[in-house]
């Protein structure tokens, strides 16, 4: 899926290209796109208005056009957005016409992603607020501000960084990279993290961002610029899918482990695993014997 360094390589590529320019057409091929609003009504309110500016904010691609309409993108796992591709893409979901000619596709083979429409600043503040906490890489995200959040947090960090309502845009892939540049394990509750640790994460958070950033994003899965390119940050990953090759800095192996629900990897020496958890491990991987024993 796109996180923040994918989103904003292609807001940073797209914005030159359509800012200034007209919304001539809006054709929402998959109504399931802007569901509960119908097509043409997203049509309506969009249609030959200037784009103002190309915005971002976490995950979210927002189209900010004249007279304080906005169209906020969600890319989710596979979308894409193509700008006058050769031939229209095989999985398109939306087309957007520009004046001069000037064609966007919004390829999605899954169809999870969405488009929603805010009429005025205050209706798209309000929607984005209930749904995105603070911008890693603005001057908001102090070390204090993070260890405030960590605290009223049980879940494991990994699960705390995916959670979009407290750091906005932090996706699996930058979560491993960070939690591996901070030395802490997937599974440690957020709020026993230390001072120390917070400060740790928050500059691998942010170090892993601007990492992908400076790479243009990761190209795994679909993600691909605006003119089909790929990112390659994939080819810089510390730990992110590295499994069973060594660790970059003990050489032990990358373990795989599923942590809030995904694919997480780790190293176990230079990421410890917080105590409980160990023993916790221990005796589900005694459960096994017992019951063989029981049944023998
Ligand atoms: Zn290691």
Redesign the pocket.
């Known amino acids: 899926m796109p996180e923040l360094p994918e989103v904003e390589t292609i807001r940073r590529h797209l914005a030159p290209h359509v800012e200034g320019r007209v919304l001539e057409r809006l054709e929402v091929l998959d109504p399931r796109w802007c569901e509960p609003l119908a097509p043409a009504e997203v049509a309506a309110a969009v249609e030959g208005r200037r784009v103002e500016a190309l915005a971002r904010r976490g995950k979210y691609l927002i189209w900010e056009l004249e007279d304080d309409v906005h169209l906020m993108l969600h890319l989710r796992m596979t979308g894409t957005l193509l700008l006058d591709p050769p031939e229209p893409p095989r999985f398109r979901r939306v087309r957007f016409g520009f004046d001069g000619g000037h064609e966007l596709y919004f390829d999605d083979p899954r169809r999870f992603g969405t488009g929603e429409l805010a009429l005025g600043g205050d209706a798209r503040d309000e929607f984005l607020a209930a749904r995105l906490g603070v911008e890693p890489l603005s001057p908001d995200f102090t070390s204090a501000h993070m260890y405030a959040l960590t605290r009223t947090s049980r879940a494991p960090i990994k699960a705390f960084l995916l959670d979009q309502r407290k750091i906005a845009g932090v996706g699996n892939i930058y979560a491993d990279e960070a939690l591996f540049r901070a030395g802490i394990h997937p599974l440690r509750p957020a709020q026993r993290l230390t001072r120390k640790q917070v400060a740790a994460l928050r500059e691998g958070v942010v170090a892993s961002l601007e990492g992908g950033l400076a790479a243009k994003g990761a190209s795994i899965d679909d993600f691909r610029h605006p003119d089909g390119v790929q990112g390659s940050f994939q080819e810089r990953f510390l730990i992110h899918l590295r499994e069973g090759e060594p660790?970059l800095?003990?050489?032990?192996p990358v373990r795989k482990l599923r942590a809030a629900g995904r694919g997480t990897y780790v190293?176990e020496?230079?990421q410890p695993r917080p105590r409980r958890i160990q023993a916790a491990a221990r005796r589900s991987a005694s459960r096994p014997d017992r019951s063989a024993a029981a049944s023998s």
């Open positions: 660790c800095v003990c050489e032990r190293c020496r230079c």
